[in-house]
């Protein structure tokens, strides 16, 4: 019912800064919740930051809480993953996610539609 393309990965030193996009296209249905997970090489999923489709309300993981920024645009159906500071542990596949619903969801299995991930890696 929708499709997420992330973008914007790559690599980076520690302390520097990048900038995630996720673009929602296809049949958009009622309203989208979004977030940000992250996989590093042998851990699970994780969750980053979430954002309710109004933009409204946020959550963050507090390993990136006052680091990274989740923001949509009021005009089309992309959100953004601001990423300051980074570390080293940081690297990991990003995905993007979506949920119909008005809340914040940080559930991994609240959301039902993924994209394909983009590669950030941090080196010291």
């Known amino acids: 019912q929708v499709q997420l393309v992330e973008s914007g990965g790559g690599l980076v030193q520690a302390g520097g800064s990048l900038r995630l996009s996720c673009a929602a296209s296809?049949?958009?249905?009622?309203?989208?919740?979004m977030g940000w997970f992250r996989q590093a090489p042998g851990k699970e999923r994780e969750f980053v930051a979430a954002?309710?489709?109004?933009?409204?309300?946020?959550y963050y993981a507090d390993s990136v809480k006052g680091r990274f920024t989740i923001s949509r645009t009021n005009a089309g159906n992309t959100v953004y993953l601001q990423m300051n500071s980074l570390k080293p542990e940081d690297t990991a596949v990003y995905y993007c996610?979506?949920?119909?619903?008005?809340?914040?969801?940080?559930?991994?299995?609240?959301?039902?539609?993924w994209g394909q991930g983009t590669q950030v890696t941090v080196s010291s």
């Open positions: 954002i309710s489709w109004s933009g409204g309300s946020t």
């Open positions: 296809g049949r958009t249905v009622g309203n989208y919740a």
């Open positions: 996610a979506a949920v119909r619903g008005y809340s914040v969801y940080r559930d991994v299995g609240e959301y039902d539609n």
